[in-house]
Structure formats: structure tokens, C-alpha cells
């Protein structure tokens, strides 16, 4: 198995983590999350001899896709991937971030719709999509042996809100225990904010989950 090369940079008015995936081979790239700040993104990504050839938005939520636009623009061929079911999100962010007063650059349409099982691949690396609805009917986590992409529905020591429109706290809590817990205890889990941690760790801890 390749081990990935992880890099993690906070981004956007509401400091989601963004993940850069690269197969150390190639140096192709998975971008996780660009919540914004496009230009340090791409500045990261140079810096570190990278090539982007697809974004995953774990979900359609303004604070995580705020990036897409800027990088879609700066690299040829760059694809974006979301699961379907968060599309309407991704097309309505806009008007959410409107809502909450936040500054936002319309993302385009995705050039790939995600399902549970597909593969998310750069150079040697294959991402396997876990669909992890309840915070977004359409949320995702990304797993390779070893790490797993929570985006918002797992975090150190807590889960992702419920409140929004299309959240279901009985959905997140299903797909948290019988997704993202029943993975090797060992597995960090990378989160779309906050801290990393691990599946035993949060197994053993999160008082959400007891």
C-alpha cells in the first residue's frame, strides 16, 4: 500500500480543513475540502511539487467548497467530485453564506457525482468513498488503510451539527457507529475542523457516542 503524502491547512472565514492527498510516486493529488483561501491552496500545492486532479467536497456546505472555484480556474483538467445528494447544497451555498454574512465565491458544478463504494484515485492512491449522511443528507468520509476523512460528521470529541436543513441526528449517529467506528481502532480520523484523532479514541471518548 502507498502511504499518502498529508498535508492539512485551514481555510475560509470558518477554518475548515482543507487535505492535499498525494501519491508520492506521481505527485497527483487529492484536495480535500478547499473551504477557501484559494491562492495559499495553490501556493501549497506548488510549493510541494504537487499536481491537483480532483477536489472532493465531503459536502455541499458553503464553508467547504469556498476553494472550488479559484483552483478549478488554475488547473487544467482538475475535476470536482461531490455526492449527489448534496448537489442541491452545493448549487444553493450562495445563498447560505448570504444568510450568515460570510464572503463566498460561487463554486462550479461538480464534473462528478460521488455514490457509497466509488473510488477516488490519484496516481497510486485509491480513496474509497464512505457515504456518511446526517449532518448533510449527501455527506461523506474518504477512507485508505490507515486514515479516514470525516468532513463534518465526526470531530475530536464531538459530531457534526443536526439543525441545518437536511440534517438527521438519528442518520449522523447510524453513520458514525456503523461507518466510521467499525473501522480499525488505529485509523486517525482527519476531520473537516478541530484536531485529529483516532476511531478508538472517539469509540472510547466522545460522550456523543456512548
Not at 502507498?2 to 508520492?24: F, K, S, W
Not at 443536526?162 to 440534517?167: I, Q
Request: aromatic share 6%; charged share 20%.
Amino acid at each position: 500500500m502507498t502511504e499518502p503524502l498529508l498535508l492539512r491547512l485551514p481555510t475560509g472565514p470558518l477554518d475548515v480543513n482543507c487535505y492535499i492527498i498525494a501519491c508520492p510516486v506521481t505527485r497527483e493529488t487529492i484536495i480535500v475540502d478547499p473551504g477557501g483561501d484559494g491562492e495559499e491552496i495553490k501556493n501549497l500545492l506548488d510549493a510541494n511539487h504537487l499536481i491537483p486532479v480532483v477536489i472532493v467536497n465531503s459536502h455541499g456546505h458553503f464553508d467547504h467548497i469556498g476553494g472550488n472555484a479559484c483552483l478549478l480556474s488554475s488547473y487544467e483538467g482538475l475535476k470536482l467530485c461531490i455526492h449527489g445528494d448534496d448537489l442541491t447544497y452545493l448549487k444553493a451555498a450562495g445563498e447560505h453564506a448570504e444568510y450568515w454574512g460570510m464572503p463566498f465565491e460561487d463554486s462550479p458544478l461538480p464534473t462528478c457525482l460521488l455514490t457509497d463504494g466509488d473510488e477516488v484515485r490519484a496516481g497510486d492512491l485509491k480513496l474509497r468513498v464512505i457515504h456518511t449522511p446526517g449532518h448533510s443528507p449527501g455527506g461523506i468520509s474518504l477512507y485508505i488503510p490507515g486514515h479516514v476523512f470525516t468532513g463534518d460528521a465526526l470531530f475530536s470529541g464531538s459530531i457534526g451539527r443536526t439543525d441545518l436543513p437536511g440534517g438527521d441526528y438519528r442518520r449522523l449517529i447510524s453513520s458514525i457507529m456503523d461507518r466510521i467506528l467499525t473501522l480499525p481502532d488505529s485509523t486517525a480520523v482527519h476531520p473537516g475542523h478541530g484536531p485529529e484523532t483516532t476511531v478508538g479514541e472517539e469509540k472510547a471518548g466522545n460522550p456523543f457516542l456512548q
